[in-house]
């Protein structure tokens, strides 16, 4: 297996192209209002998340993600984060607020650090090169959802692809901790969460597909 290790700077962009506007991209996250975002189950903005040079901060306290207002079917979802040395990053999507936490609706896209693999999604597909992320340092990531089509996107290169409830998903569901939720990656349509400790989350855009 590949060792692909992230030392690309990215530069900090809060606006969108001429280009990606004709290409479809909206900002979600504009750098500097909360707008458009609230706490899992909650319709305010969690304290432990703040707004920082241009990005959504997570402090070091763990507390509730948060979850964007809109809901996304087939789409593409682009960002740039980075984690503090300790830290850790993930995002949900297609998620409901109706249970207990955003994993047990929404499949999770794992973006490094403390006790997660980069680009994996929980254990149930193995990522095709192991990812070794630099703290305190930016990266670009790339969700794209189609169907039932997933495909995980780091600094440019794509490391992971699969099918949501195809034969391999639902077998690696079934021998999961994720075996006992019931709705677990089957909804088409649903939220963006983005969660972790120490992680920073900036330039988040999307388009519909």
Known sequence: MGLLVLTVAVGQTTRLTAYEKAQ???LLFDGFSRAGWHGYKSNKMPVN???EGEALVCAEEPG???VSDETFRDFELSFQWKIAAGGRAEIFFRLSEDGATPGETGPVFQLGGEDLECG???GL???WRETKVAPETWHQAKLTVYGNQVEHWINGSQIASYLLDGAEWRAAVAA???AAARDYGRLPEGAIALAGRGAS???IKARSL
């Open 64 to 66: 509730p993600v948060v």
């Open 49 to 51: 998340w703040r707004i």
């Open 176 to 178: 999961s901790r994720f």
């Open 201 to 203: 989350f900036r330039s």
């Open 120 to 122: 994996g999604n929980g």
């Open 24 to 26: 479809g991209w909206r």
């Open 125 to 127: 597909i193995k990522p």
